[in-house]
Structures are given as structure tokens and as C-alpha cells.
DNA sequence: TTGTACGCGTTATCAC
DNA sequence: GTGATAACGCGTACAA
């Protein structure tokens, strides 16, 4: 049985303007009708209804965070780390995992985006984002983490500062004298790939190395694939001596490669990862990593947002810093 | 600007009747005013108001999990998992992460319960659920997974089998010659903690093994903790020879403080894990875990959730079958 | 201090 | 084939 506002009226002998009143607290209420409502309240443990709040007032107070490439222990921490900002600025956040389906996303999006929420953050999958267009023009309050999309220039992102993440982990590993340096990637499309892609190259270019496309190899953002990929790699090109993965499962899949070919790191190859998966410490030796603080992701993507739903005009490209986690992998003790 | 049936109809000369229908197929429209009509929706990109369709309609097809103990890596399989089986059974999901916070558990169950969603998955926190009472005696379809509530028998949850869990992993360190087994839980008010601690207790008894609760230390579910649980414990009992941990983060923990005491596993300190992470593989050696298939959970789990919908007094109490993935951290090569 | 009346955007019923 | 009209549950200007 369902406790409407007009029930609490009903058997309080008042109107459901006095019951609103009282719940929201906004007009002066007599006490004795103040606690004959509350009693009622209290005893059929009413709640109004939030979709007819909603449509009333055309507003939500919650936002929704659209992602597609879980569950990846960085995205993992992205995604905690919104919920809190969130919580803190007095949203509610709904979360949705799309897995790379670019059907489900838009889906997703546009289920939410029907005046259900205030704004959106969305990491978008691979390919192409068009059907946002007309949200774009609706002026409907959303920001892109982790990748964007270099055609809806219209929308703000905060993102890593990719091409200094790929540069500074190649440059690290010339450093150590590596000069054929293998890449696993996830997806060949996102700026997260790309992105860091043009840092290794330019890295290579200021060091004299000729770039090869073929040190370059598809993980699918997963440990099959990366160990798959890895293996690959490594069987084609025995100069390979250092490889760059550039997200924590891939990681985990490229050391189980190595596993398996009894290959030690960083002796047999060094290595980087991208990201910063909690077994990165305890693994031996240890993982250095390129990495940004998924909090600070996630806590300006959330305040990117807000100024957004503020401010429809509020359009910055934040690109964060990333920085190096050394440990033991790429050949440093 | 927001455009609504109202904007449409007038635009196109007709009653907004005429276009809610047009646009939900429910009756036959003339071929003119349809491309008419489909020709504005196309135009202005019109997407019906969920809200007012759920208001009017009185369902969703929206379901929710509320998570306490995010994110774990576990509960993150599990996340997805029931993700995936929503969307095949044609519903949205809405997840929210809570974090341990009762206060946030609530706020966010009664947000969606207040005739948002059609069902509610909920893995509770660690304190008392009796704020879930009202909902009960409503009806509201709500199924409890991970942990359950003995004191909630009316509702239907989703559980490993804890007790099996606990009882098979002491009995195979047990099996190994270990006789001084210490225990690393998160919380202790929560069934996959006293469930699994009760198969502990069980095994000792069956092997003539007294149970010393100071071998019990809680880890509070996070990697620090359980480092400094790790240390604490083998610091005052070097009588230990095996330590049993019961959750993928606090097993990092585990090793890290391991690796920090210079202690090798498992000839100095036989170990088992719960749970299942993507790292355990990599790891020298590799963890031993008793472990669900969250996929399992996540999926049965939501089928209930359905259940419960279609039929309020659908109330199965499912434990799972949990097993042994047995790698080299206990003693077994 | 309390009540009346209207509208938020939709869908369902019933007429024409 | 099309259109009034009411209703979903709530908030609020306005009146009493």
C-alpha cells in the first residue's frame, strides 16, 4: 500500500497543503497540528515521492556517472572517488557501467538525461559520441573524464595529462638505456591510448629512435588480452627489452605473460604500467607507474560539473599532471 | 530549453493525446500527422520525461544496489555481474557506493525507495538494518546480498556460503599440519565475518584444536589495516604458522606487512585469501583462495531481486557453494 | 494558521 | 483517427 501526502491529509482531517507544509518545513504550523501530522508520518513511515518532487520543482539534486571500462581498478577508484565529492556537495550519484557497448551507453545517457538528473559525467566508449550533439545543444550539463572526445570541443573533460603520462614513462625507460620499447594498449580510438601514444613517439623522436608500429599491440583493456598480447610481442620482436602497458588489469595479464616465458622484470624486460592498482607494491620486484590520483580525477570531474549545471557556459579542458611512482620494474632499486 | 509533448503537439496542430501516441505506437495514427509529428520529435531531438512517465505509470523498470563495502575488488565483480543480468532482463541499474556509512546507506535506500526504483539489491553495512523495517512491512522488493541480516528473515538474500567458506579454508591449513591459524576480518558485526568464523571455530573443534580468540584481529577491510593486523598478530603470537584473510584488500595487506617482516609465504606463514583478485595469479607464489564466482552472486542475485518483484512473498535464503582455489600460498605446489 | 486551485509532463479512458 | 479530460503526487501563489 502506498502512502501518499493526500492519505496523511486524509486521516489528519487536514488539507494536503498543511502536510506539505509541515514536511518541508516551509510555513508556521500550529504545534498541534505540526505533531498530528508528524505522528502520521511516523507511523506509515511516509516518504514523498521523489519523481513527483522532481517533476514539480525540475530538479533532482543527483547526477549520474556513466562509464564504460569497468571494472578497472583505476576507474574503480575514479568512481569512488565522484561518489564522495558528490556526497559532500549534497548530490546523489548514480552510477552506471556500460562495458564498452556503445548501444548500452546511449542508452544509459539517455534514460538519464530525460530530466531525470541535474548533470552527467561520462567516459565514453570508443566510438563516436555524435548522439550527444543534441544534449549539446539543449545545454544539458555534462562533463567528460578520463577520455574525451576532440570533436565535442563544446563539452568540458578532465582528463590526465595523457601525452605527458606517455611521454614521461618512455623517457623514463630510455633512460635506463631501453630503445625498443613495446606498447600494450586497450583500444585504439580513445585519447587515452592515442594521447599517450604521440608522448611515446615524441619521446623516441627527441631520443633519435625510430618510431616502429609494429612495438605497438592491442590488450583489450583486459588480462587475457594483455597476456596474449604480450606474448605476441615478445615472440615477434626478441629486441624488445622494456614494455609500457597502459592500464592496471593489462598489467596484470603482461606479467602473467611473463610469466609463463619465465622472463624476469626488469632484467629480462623492464617495465611501466599506467595507473596504480593496489598490488602494485606487493608484486616482486614492485611496479613503477605512471599514475594521477584517481581522487583528484574524480573530485574535480564532480566540481567541473557542478560549475557546469551553474554556469552553461562553463567550458574548461582540464588536463591533470601525472607523475612517475618509481619502483622496481623499469630498473630502478 | 525543454521540450515537452505540449511544445510538439502545438507545433504540429494537434493534442498532445495525438502525439503520445504517435510516439508510444499505442493507437493507429494517420500516416500525415505521424511523419509529422515523428519529423518535430526528430527535430527538437524530444525525449519523453521519465519522471513524469513513472509518476504517471507507477513503475520504472529501474532497479538499484546499494553497496557498503566499495571497492573492493570483489564486490566490484559483483557490481558488474549485476549489471549485466539487469540489463538482460531489460532494466536500468542505478548503483550507489556508501562506504561503510550507515548514515549514507540510509539516505540513499530512502531516496530510492521513495518510488524510484522497482527493487532494491542491498549489501548492508555493518550496523543495525532495523531502518529497513517500514519498507518490509511496505513491500518494497528488496533482496540482500554479500551479507545478510539474520534479524531480516523477511527478506530474501543472496549469500556465499560462509560457513563452508570459513570451515574449508582452516581445514586445509589445518590439513597442512598448521594448528596455530590466525584470522584477518573487516568488521566483526557482519555475517561474512561471524559465518566464516564459526567454520573456523568448527574446524579447530574437529581437529581437537583449541580456539584462542586472540588470533582473531580485525583488519578493517582496507590495506593498511590489515598490514598493521598482520604485524600486530604475529608480533605478540610468533606461535602462528598460518593466517586465513577474508578479503581481497586486507590480503595485500597481509602480504605487504609479510614482506616488510621479511617473512616468506608460505614456509614462514602459510596463507589463504578470500575472495578472488585479479592479482592473485601474479603474485609470488600465488594466494590460495576460497572464493564464489562473483558473477554467480550477481546474477542470482538480481534473478531474485525479479522474483521478489513479481511475487512479495518470494523470500529464499540462497547461500552459494564456495571453494577452494587452491595456488601455492598455502603450502600446496 | 490553514485551505483552494493550478501546474509539472505524461498516459489512460472515453468520447466524438 | 483524433481530442478533451482526469489523474499520477507534490509544491506554491494566493486567498481566506
Redesign the pocket.
Known amino acids: 500500500m502506498?502512502?501518499?501526502?493526500?492519505?496523511?491529509?486524509k486521516e489528519a482531517?487536514?488539507?494536503?497543503?498543511?502536510?506539505?507544509?509541515?514536511?518541508?518545513g516551509?510555513?508556521?504550523?500550529?504545534e498541534?497540528?505540526?505533531t498530528k501530522i508528524m505522528s502520521l508520518v511516523e507511523k506509515y513511515s511516509?516518504?514523498?515521492?521523489t519523481?513527483?518532487?522532481n517533476?514539480?520543482?525540475?530538479n533532482s539534486n543527483m547526477a549520474a556517472l556513466v562509464v564504460s571500462s569497468f571494472p578497472d581498478s583505476y576507474i574503480t577508484s575514479i568512481v569512488k572517488a565522484v561518489g564522495e565529492r558528490a556526497r559532500d556537495r549534497g548530490y546523489h550519484l548514480l552510477f552506471i557501467n556500460t562495458n564498452e557497448n556503445q548501444k548500452d551507453e546511449q542508452e544509459a545517457v539517455t534514460l538519464l538525461t530525460?530530466?531525470m538528473i541535474d548533470g552527467l559525467i561520462l567516459s565514453p566508449t570508443t566510438r563516436d559520441a555524435n548522439y550527444l550533439q543534441p544534449l549539446i545543444e539543449r545545454k544539458f550539463p555534462i562533463v567528460l573524464v578520463n577520455r574525451y572526445d576532440p570533436k565535442l570541443i563544446e563539452l568540458p573533460w578532465v582528463t590526465a595529462d595523457d601525452f605527458q603520462a606517455g611521454y614521461d614513462g618512455t623517457y623514463h625507460l630510455i633512460g635506463h638505456g631501453h630503445r625498443n620499447i613495446g606498447i600494450i594498449y586497450n583500444f585504439p580510438e580513445v585519447t587515452t591510448t592515442t594521447d599517450r601514444l604521440e608522448g611515446y613517439k615524441e619521446a623516441l623522436k627527441q631520443s633519435g629512435i625510430p618510431f616502429r608500429e609494429e612495438y605497438l599491440v592491442q590488450g583489450y583493456g583486459s588480462i587475457e588480452g594483455a597476456a596474449l598480447a604480450t606474448e605476441k610481442l615478445l615472440t615477434a620482436h626478441k629486441e624488445i627489452t622494456a614494455i609500457f602497458v597502459l592500464s592496471d588489469r593489462m598489467t596484470i595479464g603482461t606479467i602473467s605473460a611473463l610469466k609463463n616465458m619465465s622472463k624476469k622484470w626488469p632484467n629480462d624486460i623492464a617495465l611501466i604500467g599506467y595507473g596504480d592498482f593496489e598490488a602494485s607494491t606487493i608484486i616482486d620486484p614492485p611496479i613503477t607507474n605512471v599514475s594521477l590520483p584517481p581522487d583528484t580525477v574524480g573530485k574535480t570531474a564532480f566540481d567541473a560539473l557542478l560549475n557546469r549545471i551553474q554556469n552553461p557556459n562553463y567550458n574548461k579542458h582540464i588536463q591533470l599532471p601525472t607523475s612517475l611512482v618509481i619502483r622496481k620494474s623499469c630498473g630502478c632499486n
Chains 1, 2 share one sequence.
Open positions: 502506498k502512502i501518499t501526502m493526500k492519505d496523511i491529509a482531517g487536514v488539507s494536503v497543503t498543511t502536510v506539505s507544509h509541515v514536511i518541508n516551509t510555513k508556521r504550523i500550529s498541534e497540528t505540526y511516509y516518504v514523498p515521492n519523481m513527483a518532487q517533476l514539480r520543482q525540475q530525460s530530466r
